[in-house]
């Protein structure tokens, strides 16, 4: 399989194949982009941008706006800023979130100002405000105050176990930010619901929220997604130690697990091995989920045409070093996430007592983990982990699923999208020059 870059296109949003015409649709926003979601229900593109949110229509032409910022603000008050706040000052609202929540008719939006609050807008009029409280605190803050922390988010449910009442949920990762709150995965209302309000966090998990790891990991959030009952974050993160590099994980969770009891990293590689030198592009950028192309299906997973393969861009540790393109079958990733889960569930133990797989990465006293051998047919039962099942679990390096590039470039790339076209499977990639590449593969019989 050959993968080439074809055509170097510098457009600054384009997403329609109708670019090649001649007539070019193209948005131009004032300021920086920070996040582009489309809802997948009406063809609307929704942009998050600094100080603007904009609703765009399939052909990119701008239908609504909406100005958040600047704003009267300092990271360190609390909300609402009065004159009590004595050095706020004019800033700038960067977009952390932004959701589509085709259910409520809602887009979600959280930035960077006022403790990084959210707010709903009407999707089909962006202009038109649904909710948004300064006054509920704490609580209720989601986003990071400082332009470096990333912020991912999925949309998803919650079921009220007294009342079974189906709540409107999304779930959000963070990483640390100086005056932030310290959860790194929390589960935000988003109705308001009996005492609670909107934006609330709805689960306690102190051990995948504990700060004093939060701060230690350092966590880089670039993609959350839900697909078949789980949801996904991908992240890079240090190993803890004093080694700074920043390895990347895939987190899994159940939808609608109250606990977190079935969080779940799993290490994932992408390198290559030469004779010469080993080429580790291990700190993800971007990432997109699709299904492939037929033509492509066919040779990563034959044995399930229609699984959906996680598309994502790394670079080497350095900056502004190499950079990779690497795919990974959902499917993969969940059968070796499922192997790490069974070995620790049935007490899978080395000599030295410690788990064979896995790794407590979120405990102060680890590895005191996975001895207890249960049996496999219940591991079987409790997919989504229980409260006598050792959580959360991390993979050992040695399990981390690795794969080969299948693209390489000696500048960064930070963004990705993918597209099938005539059952070819072609990827979009964006680089910190601002160029759009568009790769595509086409199948080669193998040359031994
Ligand atoms: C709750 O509602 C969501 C849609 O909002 C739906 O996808 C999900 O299946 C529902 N869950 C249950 C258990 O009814
Ligand atoms: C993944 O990469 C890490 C760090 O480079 C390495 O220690 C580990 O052995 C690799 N795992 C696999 C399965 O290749």
Redesign the pocket.
């Known amino acids: 399989m050959a993968w080439r870059a074809l055509a170097a296109l510098s457009l600054l949003l384009c997403f329609s194949s109708s670019c090649c015409d001649d007539t070019q649709d193209y948005f131009l926003s004032e300021t920086v982009i920070n996040n582009v979601v489309l809802d997948p229900q009406t063809g609307r593109i929704y942009v998050g941008a600094v100080n603007n949110i904009y609703q765009l229509n399939y052909k990119l032409q701008l239908e609504s706006s909406a100005v958040t910022g600047p704003k009267k603000d300092n990271p360190h008050c609390t909300p609402p800023i009065t004159a009590q706040c004595t050095d706020a000052k004019d800033m700038d609202n960067i977009n952390k979130l932004l959701l589509v929540n085709s259910?409520n008719g809602n887009l979600v939006v959280c930035g960077s100002l006022f403790r990084g609050i959210c707010s709903l807008l009407n999707l089909n009029s962006v202009d038109k405000q649904v909710y948004y409280s300064d006054t509920k605190k704490e609580k209720t803050y989601v986003a990071s105050t400082e332009e470096s922390v990333t912020v991912v988010g999925v949309i998803s449910?919650f079921?009220d176990d007294d009342t079974n009442a189906?709540l409107?949920v999304f779930l959000v990762g963070k990483g640390y930010g100086s005056s932030d709150s310290a959860k790194l995965i929390s589960t935000r209302l988003l109705q308001e619901y009996g005492e609670m309000d909107v934006f609330e966090n709805m689960v306690d998990a102190s051990t995948v929220q504990a700060s004093p790891f939060v701060q230690r990991y350092l966590h880089d959030f670039r993609h959350a997604f839900r697909d078949n009952g789980y949801i996904y974050f991908l992240f890079s993160r240090t190993l803890g130690t004093s080694d700074s590099r920043k390895i990347t994980f895939i987190a899994r969770l159940c939808e609608?697990d109250h606990h977190y009891y079935s969080y779940t990293e799993l290490q994932l590689n992408c390198s290559v091995k030469t004779e010469q030198q080993e080429n580790t592009y291990n700190k993800v950028q971007a990432a997109y989920l699709a299904r492939p192309g037929e033509v492509l299906a066919r040779e990563i997973i034959p044995s399930n045409l229609n699984d959906k393969v996680l598309f994502a861009v790394f670079s080497a540790d350095e900056d502004g070093g190499n950079s990779a393109l690497c795919m990974y079958p959902l499917s993969s990733i969940n059968a070796r996430l499922k192997e790490v889960i069974e070995s620790c569930y049935i007490g899978e133990v080395l000599e030295d007592e410690k788990p064979k797989t896995v790794y407590s990465p979120y405990i102060s006293k680890p590895e005191a983990i996975c001895k207890t051998k249960r049996d496999k047919e219940m591991v079987k039962g409790y997919k989504c982990g229980a409260e006598f099942l050792p959580s959360p679990l991390a993979s050992k390096p040695e399990y981390a699923l690795a794969v080969k590039p299948i693209y390489t470039r000696n500048d960064m790339l930070t963004a990705v999208a993918v597209a099938v076209e005539n059952e070819h499977t072609v990827a979009f990639l964006g680089t910190s020059g601002a160029d759009v590449l568009k790769v595509s593969s086409w199948y080669r019989p193998h040359v031994e």
């Open positions: 259910a449910y079921i189906n409107s609608n």
